[in-house]
């Protein structure tokens, strides 16, 4: 049983009118509850006086002689004779804590509805009024939503982030929590909190104060799925339109829980990331707990139905080192992968592709490969309202495992985006190189609605190349925004040719529609692109 | 519970009178008994497993919790529903007198506070009631099983969907994946057979 609570200070009286506000009742019947609307203004007159009472003085010193022992809020009839006459005897003995807790606990053992805590006034000659506040649970909507809404807030922390990563405004609202009771206001601040720190989660704990009747409340942060060991592989989801290209959809539907995903995913006349066009399935499995969270697996097993348009087999046609075009393609791809830290993950295992001829069906041919690779993710929240990320990795990809097609893929990327209010900058790279006989999937293009955008693929490579760079720079203010891109794409033995462009438009994460144009190109056609990816 | 409702119910009792036949099925888990209270049906016990595990951490936790119950009156063991209510329940964990309190929701709310776990489980049971106008010729002298159906929620605000699925589908299936897999504490619990006697 707690001693001695303080219920009430300056302000609470309001507090109590909007509790009633949220009253479970009709509205109406509130209204004509006359109870209610007593016991509101009752506390209403006693709290800003007492309030004021216990700012201005200590609280009364053991022995001080008592005026007067009411109870408020309560008719003291409904309690029971014996608690009554220990009440109306304090009057004219001497102040003692203890004796007064008591009574306290008296209150609430006969009326388990109710929240008693007693207010002390200080009268002239040494005097001190002693008055008993009780209030019904069910009246209040602080305490219905927690009990310890009785208690007084001694402080307020934040665990799981640093504080300085908190608005100043912010934390300043925190500390005005600290000396008042635990209401709708807190419940409040832990939307803001979440606004301010996207990526966490935040919820309110509450412990018990470092003294009777007083509670620390604790707003701590846990980090969401940006920053667990092993993130799920990311969606591909997406439908674009580019104007030179036409359209192309990706549908990944994920499905599963924190550990545990299965996603099925579905191609429709895909043309935006490769030079072939592609229709079919991929159905992933992903585990990111294999015995420890550190440890994920994943399987991806995909069937994908391949066309190419003409540029990319007169291409091809022309150019006989490279493998020939297929009309399916069949993927199956375990892999592993372990967190060396939450930064920094190492994967590694092997891809199977069977390959079936376009044009000498249904012969076919096997692209085995062993993979490894190094992936690097970071964030840095730097203050309330800036925060950057930088992506990185690296992977290899080499054939073994008696596949027909011998080659060997180097792709290395790397990212930094910077967020400050409205303002979004994104600054990308990634390099790679194919030597030996790859498979037409595993060859790069430049040219589409992500990279050097403004100019298309099947203009620049349209069997795409075996080495490529390029970069990305691009600045965005509240989703509208402004790129410049450049980049290679060639065979070993033919020129590089270094291309740029440049295009404006709406670029949000998930939503795009831009007008780029090729910039060291002879004329000033633009290309058209909007989609969206999620 | 006033004295003087405590004994208006004492009164109501000895005119009416609730015979619970227990078969030897139902010997295996009856966690609750009924009562007849003012012409209504009143549940009585305890052992819900409500306030045990995860929820009772989150309680003492400073943390308050939902629980949403439905009371079903079936006519025979996962049979069809004869009769039945829905009740919230308002938990939350005094960390200064290491008791419990409850807030019944609706019109009129009740609260009880310093209770136990188990007096707290009781005391929901005890709140949830069914008028004997509604259960038709199960109000006399015929049996009857009962379910009752909870699930409880954290009151905690919603996770944040994650940085890349903010939009349309993904954020849908996401959302509905996150609740298959943090599924809300809950149980359902049968007893029976139970008849009203007069």
Same mark, same amino acid.
């Given at each position: 049983?707690?001693?001695?609570?303080?219920?009430?200070?300056?302000?609470?009286?309001?507090?109590?009118?909007?509790?009633?506000?949220?009253?479970?009742?009709?509205?109406?019947?509130?209204?004509?509850?006359?109870?209610?609307?007593?016991?509101?203004?009752?506390?209403?007159?006693?709290?800003?006086?007492?309030?004021?009472? $216990?700012?201005?003085?200590?609280?009364?010193?053991?022995?001080?002689?008592?005026?007067?022992?009411?109870?408020?809020?309560?008719?003291?009839?409904?309690?029971?004779?014996?608690?009554?006459?220990?009440?109306?005897?304090?009057?004219?003995?001497?102040?003692?804590?203890?004796?007064?807790?008591?009574?306290?606990?008296?209150?609430? /053992?006969?009326?388990? /509805?109710?929240?008693?805590?007693?207010?002390?006034?200080?009268?002239?000659?040494?005097?001190?009024?002693?008055?008993?506040?009780?209030?019904?649970?069910?009246?209040?909507?602080?305490?219905?939503?927690?009990?310890?809404?009785?208690?007084?807030?001694?402080?307020?922390?934040?665990?799981?982030?640093?504080?300085?990563?908190?608005?100043?405004?912010?934390?300043?609202?925190?500390?005005?929590?600290?000396?008042?009771?635990?209401?709708?206001?807190?419940?409040?601040?832990?939307?803001?909190?979440?606004?301010?720190?996207?990526?966490?989660?935040?919820?309110?704990?509450?412990?018990?104060?470092?003294?009777?009747?007083?509670?620390?409340?604790?707003?701590?942060?846990?980090?969401?799925?940006?920053?667990?060991?092993?993130?799920?592989?990311?969606?591909?989801?997406?439908?674009?339109?580019?104007?030179?290209?036409?359209?192309?959809?990706?549908?990944?539907?994920?499905?599963?829980?924190?550990?545990?995903?299965?996603?099925?995913?579905?191609?429709?006349?895909?043309?935006?990331?490769?030079?072939?066009?592609?229709?079919?399935?991929?159905?992933?499995?992903?585990?990111?707990?294999?015995?420890?969270?550190?440890?994920?697996?994943?399987?991806?097993?995909?069937?994908?139905?391949?066309?190419?348009?003409?540029?990319?087999?007169?291409?091809?046609?022309?150019?006989?080192?490279?493998?020939?075009?297929?009309?399916?393609?069949?993927?199956?791809?375990?892999?592993?992968?372990?967190?060396?830290?939450?930064?920094?993950?190492?994967?590694?295992?092997?891809?199977?592709?069977?390959?079936?001829?376009?044009?000498?069906?249904?012969?076919?041919?096997?692209?085995?490969?062993?993979?490894?690779?190094?992936?690097?993710?970071? $964030?840095?929240?730097?203050?309330?309202?800036?925060?950057?990320?930088?992506?990185?990795?690296?992977?290899?990809?080499?054939?073994?495992?008696?596949?027909?097609?011998?080659?060997?893929?180097?792709?290395?990327?790397?990212?930094?985006?910077?967020?400050?209010?409205?303002?979004?900058?994104?600054?990308?790279?990634?390099?790679?190189?194919?030597?030996?006989?790859?498979?037409?999937?595993?060859?790069?293009?430049?040219?589409?609605?992500?990279?050097?955008?403004?100019?298309?693929?099947?203009?620049?490579?349209?069997?795409?190349?075996?080495?490529?760079?390029?970069?990305?720079?691009?600045?965005?203010?509240?989703?509208?925004?402004?790129?410049?891109?450049?980049?290679?794409?060639?065979?070993?033995?033919?020129?590089?040719?270094?291309?740029?462009?440049?295009?404006?438009?709406?670029?949000?994460?998930?939503?795009?529609?831009?007008?780029?144009?090729?910039?060291?190109?002879?004329?000033?056609?633009?290309?058209?692109?909007?989609?969206?990816?999620? | 519970?006033?004295?003087?409702?405590?004994?208006?119910?004492?009164?109501?009792?000895?005119?009416?009178?609730?015979?619970?036949?227990?078969?030897?099925?139902?010997?295996?888990?009856?966690?609750?008994?009924?009562?007849?209270?003012?012409?209504?049906?009143?549940?009585?016990?305890?052992?819900?497993?409500?306030?045990?595990?995860?929820?009772?951490?989150?309680?003492?936790?400073?943390?308050?919790?939902?629980?949403?119950?439905?009371?079903?009156?079936?006519?025979?063991?996962?049979?069809?529903?004869?009769?039945?209510?829905?009740?919230?329940?308002?938990?939350?964990?005094?960390?200064?007198?290491?008791?419990?309190?409850?807030?019944?929701?609706?019109?009129?709310?009740?609260?009880?506070?310093?209770?136990?776990?188990?007096?707290?489980?009781?005391?929901?049971?005890?709140?949830?009631?069914?008028?004997?106008?509604?259960?038709?010729?199960?109000?006399?002298?015929?049996?009857?099983?009962?379910?009752?159906?909870?699930?409880?929620?954290?009151?905690?605000?919603?996770?944040?969907?994650?940085?890349?699925?903010?939009?349309?589908?993904?954020?849908?299936?996401?959302?509905?994946?996150?609740?298959?897999?943090?599924?809300?504490?809950?149980?359902?619990?049968?007893?029976?057979?139970?008849?009203?006697?007069?």
């Amino acid at each position: 049983m707690c001693p001695l609570v303080t219920v009430r200070r300056h302000g609470n009286a309001g507090r109590s009118r909007k509790c009633a506000s949220r009253y479970n009742g009709p509205p109406l019947a509130l209204l004509a509850d006359m109870r209610i609307v007593t016991l509101l203004l009752l506390l209403a007159s006693l709290a800003v006086p007492c309030a004021v009472a $216990r700012a201005q003085e200590p609280e009364p010193a053991e022995g001080t002689r008592i005026e007067s022992a009411e109870v408020s809020g309560f008719a003291i009839d409904q309690l029971s004779p014996g608690l009554q006459r220990d009440i109306e005897s304090l009057k004219g003995e001497r102040f003692e804590r203890d004796r007064i807790n008591r009574l306290v606990e008296r209150i609430e /053992e006969e009326h388990p /509805e109710v929240v008693a805590a007693v207010r002390t006034v200080s009268r002239p000659d040494d005097q001190v009024r002693v008055i008993f506040l009780i209030a019904r649970i069910s009246d209040d909507g602080d305490l219905v939503s927690n009990i310890n809404a009785r208690y007084t807030v001694e402080s307020v922390e934040i665990q799981g982030v640093p504080e300085g990563t908190i608005s100043q405004s912010l934390r300043d609202r925190l500390q005005r929590l600290v000396g008042g009771r635990l209401d709708t206001e807190a419940d409040d601040l832990i939307d803001e909190l979440r606004a301010e720190r996207p990526g966490y989660d935040v919820s309110r704990r509450i412990q018990r104060g470092t003294k009777p009747g007083q509670i620390r409340v604790v707003f701590e942060f846990s980090e969401t799925e940006r920053l667990r060991w092993i993130p799920f592989i990311r969606s591909r989801s997406r439908y674009v339109y580019h104007s030179e290209q036409g359209w192309s959809g990706v549908h990944d539907i994920p499905m599963g829980g924190r550990y545990n995903r299965a996603t099925v995913g579905f191609a429709f006349s895909n043309s935006d990331d490769l030079v072939e066009e592609y229709s079919g399935f991929r159905v992933r499995f992903e585990s990111r707990r294999v015995g420890t969270e550190r440890v994920g697996l994943s399987l991806e097993v995909s069937r994908f139905n391949n066309t190419f348009r003409e540029p990319t087999l007169t291409a091809l046609s022309a150019n006989p080192a490279i493998p020939e075009p297929y009309r399916t393609r069949l993927t199956v791809e375990p892999i592993g992968t372990v967190a060396l830290t939450r930064q920094v993950r190492v994967f590694g295992g092997v891809s199977f592709s069977n390959l079936v001829a376009l044009s000498h069906s249904p012969d076919s041919q096997m692209a085995s490969t062993v993979i490894g690779g190094l992936a690097y993710t970071q $964030r840095w929240d730097l203050d309330s309202k800036s925060r950057s990320n930088v992506d990185a990795g690296y992977e290899i990809r080499s054939s073994a495992l008696d596949s027909d097609l011998s080659y060997r893929r180097h792709f290395g990327h790397a990212s930094y985006r910077y967020d400050h209010d409205d303002n979004t900058v994104i600054a990308s790279v990634f390099l790679g190189r194919v030597t030996g006989n790859a498979p037409l999937f595993e060859r790069f293009s430049l040219g589409d609605t992500s990279t050097l955008r403004g100019w298309n693929k099947f203009d620049i490579a349209p069997a795409g190349g075996d080495h490529v760079f390029h970069q990305s720079l691009e600045y965005r203010f509240h989703n509208v925004g402004l790129f410049l891109d450049a980049g290679s794409v060639w065979d070993t033995g033919t020129d590089k040719r270094i291309r740029t462009s440049t295009g404006f438009g709406i670029l949000g994460d998930n939503f795009f529609l831009t007008l780029a144009f090729p910039i060291n190109e002879g004329g000033a056609n633009g290309t058209f692109m909007v989609g969206v990816r999620f | 519970m006033s004295p003087a409702l405590v004994h208006d119910m004492r009164a109501r009792l000895a005119f009416i009178t609730v015979v619970v036949a227990l078969s030897p099925l139902a010997l295996v888990a009856q966690s609750f008994d009924v009562r007849v209270v003012a012409d209504t049906l009143q549940l009585r016990g305890s052992g819900l497993g409500l306030i045990e595990g995860r929820v009772a951490d989150h309680l003492r936790d400073g943390r308050s919790v939902r629980a949403d119950f439905e009371l079903t009156l079936l006519e025979k063991p996962r049979g069809s529903a004869i009769a039945h209510g829905q009740y919230g329940f308002i938990v939350s964990y005094d960390l200064w007198e290491q008791r419990f309190a409850v807030t019944r929701v609706g019109a009129p709310p009740r609260s009880i506070s310093h209770l136990t776990a188990r007096n707290a489980e009781g005391w929901c049971l005890e709140s949830m009631t069914l008028p004997l106008a509604t259960l038709g010729r199960f109000a006399h002298d015929v049996p009857f099983w009962i379910r009752v159906d909870y699930r409880v929620l954290d009151r905690a605000p919603a996770p944040n969907p994650e940085e890349d699925s903010a939009f349309g589908l993904r954020t849908l299936i996401d959302a509905l994946s996150r609740r298959r897999q943090d599924e809300p504490p809950g149980r359902s619990l049968e007893a029976g057979p139970f008849r009203v006697g007069h």
